[in-house]
């Protein structure tokens, strides 16, 4: 099932409306759905290389859109929508862990989401809104993270092209992802060296 969503997925890529469906995609991404906007935008990037930059600029105001609908459920709407779509997803035991951590380790959270999709963008968007983070520093953060991301993918595939894409399907997110836990370890290691 979940390779049949990703195929369907990557066939809007071809479509005319394939800008409308990168920004719902990435909307949704950030509050309930599961799989990356990458899926579109890589493909997107690599036939229209003079729109990449164009399709990261998209694909990151509707993420970060997407990450506000995710933190006004976490804020407004934890034990009705946010606890059931976390449980589906088999993100609560990790998500009530966190929310124990506080507002500096959901910073943490979401610079490593942005970048490395470590862990779900929509799990640190919800606990960000559940543990009151302010709307600001949260959309600042967002806007960093996400934009951070898609610039690099962009600037990646329109300097290298095709030969790139094998790169950052399989092992960019790795190397990120190393970076991303080196991340948090760090954090948490600092905030009980002190505490």
Request: hydrophobic share 55%; charged share 15%; net charge positive.
């Given at each position: 099932?979940?390779?049949?969503?990703?195929?369907?997925?990557?066939?809007l890529?071809?479509?005319?409306?394939?800008?409308?469906?990168?920004?719902?995609?990435?909307?949704?991404e950030?509050?309930?759905?599961?799989?990356?906007?990458?899926?579109?935008?890589?493909?997107?990037?690599?036939?229209?290389?003079?729109?990449?930059?164009?399709?990261?600029?998209?694909?990151?105001?509707?993420s970060?859109?997407?990450?506000?609908?995710?933190?006004?459920?976490?804020?407004?709407?934890?034990?009705?929508?946010?606890?059931?779509?976390?449980?589906?997803?088999?993100?609560?035991?990790?998500?009530?862990?966190?929310?124990?951590?506080?507002?500096?380790?959901?910073?943490?959270?979401?610079?490593?989401?942005?970048?490395?999709?470590?862990?779900?963008?929509?799990?640190?968007?919800?606990?960000?809104?559940?543990?009151?983070?302010?709307?600001?520093?949260?959309?600042?953060?967002a806007?960093?993270?996400?934009?951070?991301?898609?610039?690099?993918?962009?600037?990646?595939?329109?300097?290298?092209?095709?030969?790139?894409?094998?790169?950052?399907?399989?092992?960019?997110?790795?190397?990120?992802?190393?970076?991303?836990?080196?991340?948090?370890?760090?954090?948490?290691l600092?905030?009980?060296?002190?505490?």
């Open positions: 099932m979940l390779r049949g969503l990703y195929d369907s997925t990557l066939s890529a071809a479509r005319k409306s394939a800008e409308w469906w990168l920004a719902f995609i990435a909307f949704v950030s509050s309930v759905f599961f799989i990356p906007a990458d899926v579109l935008f890589l493909p997107m990037a690599l036939a229209r290389p003079d729109r990449a930059y164009r399709y990261a600029l998209t694909a990151t105001v509707a970060v859109l997407g990450g506000i609908a995710g933190w006004l459920i976490g804020y407004y709407a934890y034990d009705t929508i946010a606890r059931p779509i976390l449980e589906h997803f088999g993100g609560l035991d990790t998500f009530e862990r966190w929310q124990s951590s506080g507002t500096g380790l959901m910073l943490v959270l979401l610079v490593t989401s942005g970048a490395a999709h470590l862990p779900p963008i929509k799990v640190v968007t919800i606990l960000a809104g559940a543990l009151h983070v302010n709307i600001l520093v949260f959309v600042v953060s806007i960093v993270a996400r934009g951070a991301r898609f610039l690099l993918l962009a600037w990646l595939l329109r300097r290298y092209g095709e030969s790139i894409r094998e790169f950052i399907e399989k092992r960019l997110g790795l190397i990120v992802g190393a970076g991303a836990a080196a991340l948090i370890l760090l954090y948490i600092v905030r009980y060296a002190h505490g």
